[in-house]
């Protein structure tokens, strides 16, 4: 059986840093008031925290989503969708050496893109219907891509470019349509 890789320290700490940016420009694009509402109904964590059937083979992430309870009243009132962002550590370390593309302007990518699914899962906009990221409808996912490229594309970073080069076949419509 393959073993599968985690992030290394330094790593992780890209992750912390992407994790802090695109929540920024997330929030700021869906104009959420100070983020708090949707702060408290997602997590994001890495392969080291993730629970066995929270590991996906093949997908970068995926966003599996539970049903919590608030403290304190009666069973059966009050419940509310929590999602958990669960990046896949060895498929995204595998990417980045196979194409090339650097770490950081990935992971943003990939957290950008998880965070649209969570926003547009919490607003209705597009029934949550499978907890896997390969499950999720085609022009969802074209859709959830296109608004990644909108919110990313405002920025210089190094190597993002090459990041919507590999996501090219997603982004043709938004790169060329708009
Ligand atoms: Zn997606």
């Given at each position: 059986?393959?073993?599968?890789?985690?992030?290394?320290?330094?790593?992780?700490?890209?992750?912390?840093e992407a994790v802090k940016v695109s929540e920024e420009l997330?929030?700021?694009?869906?104009?959420?008031?100070?983020?708090?509402?949707?702060?408290?109904?997602?997590?994001?964590?890495?392969?080291?925290?993730?629970?066995?059937?929270?590991?996906?083979?093949?997908?970068?992430?995926?966003?599996?989503?539970?049903?919590?309870?608030?403290?304190?009243?009666?069973?059966?009132?009050?419940?509310?969708?929590?999602?958990?962002?669960?990046?896949?550590?060895?498929?995204?370390?595998?990417?980045?050496?196979?194409?090339?593309?650097?770490?950081?302007?990935?992971?943003l990518?990939?957290l950008t893109?998880?965070?649209?699914?969570?926003?547009?899962?919490?607003?209705?906009?597009?029934?949550?219907?499978?907890?896997?990221?390969?499950?999720?409808?085609?022009?969802?996912?074209?859709?959830?891509?296109?608004?990644?490229?909108?919110?990313?594309?405002?920025l210089?970073i190094?190597?993002?470019?090459?990041?919507?080069?590999?996501?090219?076949?997603?982004?043709?419509?938004?790169?060329?349509?708009?």
């Amino acid at each position: 059986m393959q073993t599968l890789r985690h992030f290394n320290q330094e790593e992780l700490l890209k992750v912390d840093e992407a994790v802090k940016v695109s929540e920024e420009l997330v929030n700021n694009y869906f104009k959420l008031s100070s983020g708090q509402w949707l702060k408290n109904r997602y997590d994001i964590k890495t392969a080291k925290d993730l629970a066995v059937h929270e590991h996906v083979d093949g997908p970068f992430a995926q966003v599996v989503k539970y049903e919590g309870r608030k403290k304190d009243v009666p069973l059966g009132s009050s419940s509310f969708s929590f999602y958990k962002v669960c990046l896949q550590d060895s498929a995204i370390l595998s990417i980045v050496e196979k194409e090339g593309v650097l770490l950081e302007p990935f992971l943003l990518y990939v957290l950008t893109h998880e965070l649209v699914h969570v926003v547009r899962f919490l607003k209705f906009q597009h029934r949550y219907e499978n907890k896997n990221e390969a499950d999720v409808t085609f022009d969802e996912e074209r859709k959830v891509h296109q608004l990644t490229y909108i919110i990313l594309n405002q920025l210089s970073i190094p190597g993002l470019n090459q990041v919507f080069g590999f996501y090219k076949d997603w982004l043709i419509i938004s790169r060329s349509g708009i």
